[in-house]
């Protein structure tokens, strides 16, 4: 066994020759044995090296074993120590006591009795480290698996939530997909463009809740003008449908694309005869163009304070807009 894996035992007694009994008598147990003559000189070497085990005299010339004992455990932790003492005074043996020694020995020293007393307390010492260092090691382990734990908890929360957004959009589409296919049957029944609109309007209000509208197409001169009004339970006066809608005409002609808006906010856009029944109502218009550019109608739909158009009606529009705009096509 190296030195430096040598348990270390500290010797201090201020008479030379016990001192060096001590040191020769603890080397044959393979020990790294230092040996200091004072409280200082201990303290000095502990600094250094510090010790496993400590074995001082009570009595030093400097100060006293106690002390030594007191200033290393403040410097360098609990270090085990044993107290030799030639003292059979009550008050020593009292004050040695409190410090806890693995052993206190009286004079003449019986070596037997040390050795048997260091090797005991140097296995309860390499048992300790072993216990904490089985310790530290099932922490670690324990802070590694949780963070494991944690990484995984993530990642399959991470999944869960992609997997839920991915249902949900597909569940979305396959529905689009159906109300599609169902408007598009429906419309290849239409005969008239009274049929189509009032298919597109009774789609609108089985996905979307009760709702008014209008719905316009283009005439021979190229007009659009009205050609059916639709509400629940009883569509709005020719007038005011008239009057709602031509905002909405000025804008899709200019740029033809689906719009949400709220005509209460907008109130001064429209003919001063409906302004006060705009409150609260909310529009959404839907301009039909069979081919890039060429628009042929314009549907507009609208509410009156009930739940105001949402993005999801929007989306319905943009579903439902190119089928419809066909149908009025093909019935030209």
């Known amino acids: 066994m190296s030195d430096q894996a040598k348990p270390k035992v500290l010797v201090v007694d201020d008479e030379p020759e016990l001192r060096e009994l001590l040191a020769d008598a603890l080397s044959g147990m393979h020990l790294q044995v230092q040996a200091a003559a004072s ?5 000095d070497m502990a600094r250094r090296q510090r010790p496993d085990i400590l074995v001082t005299d009570l009595r030093l010339g400097d100060c006293t074993g106690l002390e030594v004992i007191d200033r290393l455990r403040v410097e360098l932790g609990d270090i085990p120590a044993v107290v030799i003492t030639g003292a059979q005074d009550p008050q020593s043996f009292c004050e040695a006591s409190r410090r806890k020694p693995v052993e206190l020995m ?3 020293l019986d070596l037997p009795r040390l050795k048997d007393t260091i090797q005991r307390e140097l296995a309860n010492l390499s048992k300790a480290r072993k216990a904490l260092g089985r310790a530290c090691r099932l922490r670690r382990l324990a802070r590694q698996v949780n963070k494991e734990r944690k990484t995984a908890q993530r990642q399959l929360s991470s999944t869960c939530a ?3 957004e991915a249902y949900r959009d ?4 396959l529905e689009a997909q159906q109300v599609s296919v169902r408007y598009q049957q429906e419309l290849l029944e239409a005969k008239t463009d009274d049929d ?3 298919a597109m309007f009774k789609t609108f209000v089985h996905n979307s809740g009760p709702l008014s509208g209008v719905a316009l197409v283009c005439d021979e001169s190229a007009e659009l003008q009205i050609a059916g009004r639709f509400g629940v339970p009883s569509p709005d006066t020719l007038a005011f449908c008239k009057a709602l809608a031509g905002p909405h005409v000025e ?6 694309q689906i719009s949400l808006s709220d005509a209460g906010e907008q109130a001064q856009a429209f003919d001063e005869s409906i302004r006060r029944y705009l409150v609260g109502v909310t529009t959404l218009a839907i301009p039909l163009l069979p081919t890039e550019g060429e628009m042929i109608g314009l549907v507009v739909l609208y509410r009156k304070g009930e739940q105001p158009f949402l993005n999801e009606d929007l ?3 943009e579903l439902l807009a190119p089928p419809t705009a066909l149908a009025v096509r093909r019935n030209d």
Not at 39 to 43: L, N, V
Not at 170 to 173: A, D, F, P, R
């Open 39 to 43: 409280g200082k000189e201990a303290q």
């Open 170 to 173: 597909l569940s979305v589409q």
């Open 106 to 108: 009286t004079k003449p």
């Open 196 to 198: 189509v609109f009032r």
């Open 251 to 256: 804008s899709a002609l200019r740029d033809p």
């Open 315 to 317: 989306a319905l529009a």
């Open 162 to 164: 992609d997997l839920t």
